[in-house]
């Protein structure tokens, strides 16, 4: 989880066409981590407009104008760069123009194309490669490349139609095809002097030069672009093409001869996974029940380059499954991945009917069963371990099943068989028919859909037991909430998100992917999991927003979780809204700018629940809009963002045990409170003075500054110069978790830090660059670390849990 941070605000980043879209959001990443960062574009306005924007965020940004396709703006960049900053630690060279629109492919502007695309970043990497330094690290190149530039794209086969060039964008993917070749010669040419060249494809990202169509947002491009950027000097390869965005897909055991089906695939996250897969090189085969839907699936995919076989297969009907084996076994004869993606529900959410449980039961676990049974004989185990992906759900895991007799039996894995799951469905449909199904205890949230799921996992796990150690691996994923039209659109996570995890678990390394498994949410990583339905968290302020996602998270991984606000009614809204998704949660009405209701809230929840295990402070309050800093309710923010939690976090002390595991306090902070943001020398150097830090030092900082607020002269002494008094109130919560870490070091408690980053919540007006959903599944990855794992008086910053640094 943790990248080992070799970088200082000495190392210097250069990143091309910076101005918006990817190379945007990596100067913003590439900032915030605290490297010296260079934003090139060949429009000065534009630039200067784009480093506005990250002042406003606290970032500092240098602006150079460079036009990669103009030599003389090159050798002017160059002279300017080497007078000011005269070394060179990283180049993202991102600068790149196509004319065409999604599905066209003209070659009028080929030798700009080439010359933007190409020689400019070629031009510009040799006039500064005399910079590069390699005494402190590695030194290195990403060039942002892309999948229609791989060299297998060019089949010459035989005036450009005819001769064998790339048939997708021709002139950009030509473009890339250079860059890629000439990035290996560079890679073979510096191999062992301190320099790693390395190409990266971001994927179908949402730019101008997609027109906003792509199935990737510019930050998640540039989370994992910053990631492979900044690997450990032990780590960081030289001469690779890294595709899509998960850097960990590069332990590639696969290739084109690897075949993967996945059902249901015309849409939703079956779509996103055939093009995540296809993406990565594999053979893919997108199975649809309609026809004409399926064929259009595969001709969207191909317009971007991708190579996907249709087969028609309706997973209900036997026929159809039949008839698909029997073509399939024809055409490939063998088989590496199945994903069973393929399901139906007739239920909105927050309904419940069951006249169509046959219909469910047939297509969602029967559907699957048949196929998997048909295509055992073609999976192969020889070149790697064979992989079945059962696209699940949290509503089939067995604890919903509140029946003991059935729960008994499918949680009695030594005599589980097929028999007993059928009767099982027999029992649950008689049931149905008889209208008694409700107080039977089968499954309270779409019971039918439930039972399905409830199934597929019972069979999974026969599978994966009768299989275990014959090379195939059998394992359940439950996605989360996913906008799809089983939910109308209305989930909290894309079906782009899911298929990447999903993806990334299918894709697994054969020595470490396991079987038997149940892999809930849009992480891989949870599954290493430590707490139980036993296991309490807390989250402040959490009727909206992160707070609120946050609670989804921990509660859709099976913990008792308190959601806690001020405004009972929207607590009580919030709580609703999850009982519909099939979570319980715990509401407490708490205000923590106020005393009394602290002591009333500690005083209820250690009545109820008496012990504790995580406690997320994520409460807090700004009143100055994006650009504004005003400090008029300057003691209300500190207030409310810093005394608040520090009494709730004391008041809870007692409450938390740390027999069962270690445990964990997250404080919600910001890259604002950072201590380099003071620029008050004094005030710094008692925040950066460890060893004699008290919390009496930082009430004494707190009420210089409020002194200075209420003299109207706080802008002239030296406090943050963003959001001065939300800053302030987390550099004193930032300074207060380094004396809880200090104090509890050792004794079975962990205390740290986490900014998500620039999020679209109520505070920033919904302006923001990260959804809430991916800062609550980075905070909860962080605040489930395995105890052996994790660190105390860490700030980890934005949303990624690979970077962090010490408070």
Not at 171 to 187: F, T
Not at 433 to 462: C, F, H, Q
Not at 723 to 734: E, F, R
Request: a positive charge; hydrophobic letters at 40%; glycine letters at 8%.
């Amino acid at each position: 989880m943790e990248l080992f941070r070799w970088w200082s605000k000495d190392t210097i980043a250069i990143v091309t066409g910076a101005n918006k879209g990817i190379g945007f959001e990596l100067v913003r990443r590439l900032a915030g981590l605290g490297l010296t960062v260079i934003l090139t574009a060949r429009d000065i306005e534009r630039g200067h407009r784009a480093v506005e924007t990250l002042k406003d965020e606290g970032l500092d940004v240098h602006f150079f104008c460079l036009d990669v396709s103009d030599p003389s703006s090159i050798k002017a960049f160059v002279s300017s760069f080497k007078q000011k900053f005269g070394v060179m630690d990283i180049l993202v060279n991102n600068a790149a123009v196509s004319f065409n629109a999604i599905g066209e492919n003209r070659v009028v502007h080929a030798e700009t194309v080439i010359k933007t695309n190409f020689f400019g970043p070629k031009m510009l990497t040799q006039s500064l490669l005399p910079l590069f330094r390699r005494s402190s690290s590695i030194a290195r190149i990403l060039n942002m490349s892309s999948r229609l530039g791989t060299f297998d794209v060019c089949e010459f086969r035989g005036d450009w139609e005819s001769r064998g060039w790339p048939e997708i964008w021709t002139d950009y993917a030509m473009s890339k095809v250079a860059l890629n070749a000439y990035s290996r010669i560079l890679a073979k040419r510096y191999k062992g002097q301190g320099l790693s060249v390395n190409c990266f494809c971001p994927g179908y990202v949402q730019t101008s030069m997609t027109r906003g169509t792509g199935t990737r947002t510019p930050e998640l491009a540039a989370t994992v672009g910053a990631s492979l950027a900044l690997l450990p000097p032990k780590e960081i390869p030289t001469g690779k093409f890294f595709m899509g965005c998960s850097p960990t897909v590069n332990s590639r055991w696969w290739s084109k001869d690897t075949i993967a089906i996945v059902t249901g695939a015309n849409k939703g996250i079956g779509f996103e996974l055939v093009r995540r897969l296809a993406g990565l090189g594999l053979t893919v085969i997108l199975t649809a029940r309609d026809i004409e839907r399926g064929h259009r699936a595969v001709e969207t995919l191909k317009d971007e380059g991708l190579d996907v076989h249709f087969f028609c297969l309706d997973v209900s009907d036997p026929s159809s499954i039949k008839a698909f084996v029997s073509s399939f076994k024809q055409k490939f004869g063998v088989m590496d991945i199945l994903v069973n993606n393929a399901a139906v529900s007739f239920n909105e959410i927050g309904e419940n009917r069951v006249v169509h449980a046959e219909t469910v039961i047939e297509t969602n676990f029967y559907g699957p069963k048949m196929p998997t049974q048909s295509l055992l004989p073609l999976f192969r185990r020889s070149s790697s371990i064979a992989r079945i992906l059962n696209m699940s759900s949290r509503l089939g895991t067995f604890d919903k099943v509140k029946n003991p007799g059935v729960r008994e039996i499918l949680q009695d894995e030594q005599n589980l068989t097929e028999e007993r799951i059928d009767n099982i469905l027999k029992v649950f449909l008689d049931n149905v028919k008889r209208g008694d199904w409700e107080s039977r205890g089968w499954p309270e949230i779409w019971t039918d859909y439930a039972m399905s799921k409830v199934a597929l996992n019972a069979y999974s796990r026969i599978l994966a037991k009768r299989y275990k150690g014959q090379g195939l691996s059998v394992n359940c994923f439950c996605p989360g909430y996913v906008q799809t039209s089983m939910t109308r659109g209305t989930g909290t996570r894309t079906p782009e998100l899911a298929a990447t995890v999903g993806a990334s678990l299918a894709l697994l390394p054969p020595k470490e992917i396991p079987t038997g498994k149940f892999f809930m949410g849009c992480s891989p990583t949870v599954n290493s999991r430590w707490w139980s339905k036993d296991t309490i968290a807390i989250v402040t302020g959490a009727n909206k927003g992160i707070g609120f996602e946050l609670v989804r998270r921990f509660a859709g991984l099976g913990l008792t979780v308190i959601l806690t606000a001020r405004d009972i009614e929207r607590g009580h809204r919030a709580v609703e809204t999850l009982k519909d998704e099939g979570l319980d949660v715990h509401f407490f009405c708490l205000d923590v700018s106020d005393p009394s209701s602290i002591k009333a809230f500690v005083s209820s929840f250690k009545q109820k629940f008496g012990v504790m295990d995580i406690l997320v402070n994520n409460a807090a309050v700004s009143f100055n809009a994006i650009g504004e800093n005003r400090v008029v309710h300057a003691e209300t923010v500190i207030k409310t963002n810093f005394f608040g939690p520090k009494m709730l976090t004391q008041s809870l002390l007692p409450l938390f045990r740390r027999s069962s595991s270690i445990a964990r306090i997250l404080n919600m902070s910001s890259r604002l409170g950072t201590f380099d943001k003071v620029k008050n020398p004094g005030v710094r150097e008692i925040l950066q003075d460890e060893q004699n830090l008290t919390e009496g030092r930082i009430d004494n900082i707190l009420k210089v500054f409020l002194d200075n607020v209420k003299r109207g002269d706080w802008e002239s002494r030296g406090w943050p110069e963003i959001w001065t008094d939300y800053a302030m109130s987390k550099v004193a919560l930032n300074a207060y978790s380094r004396i809880l870490a200090k104090r509890y070091k050792g004794q079975g408690l962990s205390v740290n830090c986490f900014c998500p980053g620039y999020v679209q919540t109520s505070m920033t007006r919904g302006t923001g660059t990260r959804t809430p959903e991916l800062a609550a599944t980075v905070g909860a990855s962080l605040a489930l670390l395995p105890p052996k794992e994790i660190p105390t008086g860490k700030f980890f910053m934005g949303c990624s849990p690979t970077v962090n640094s010490r408070l």
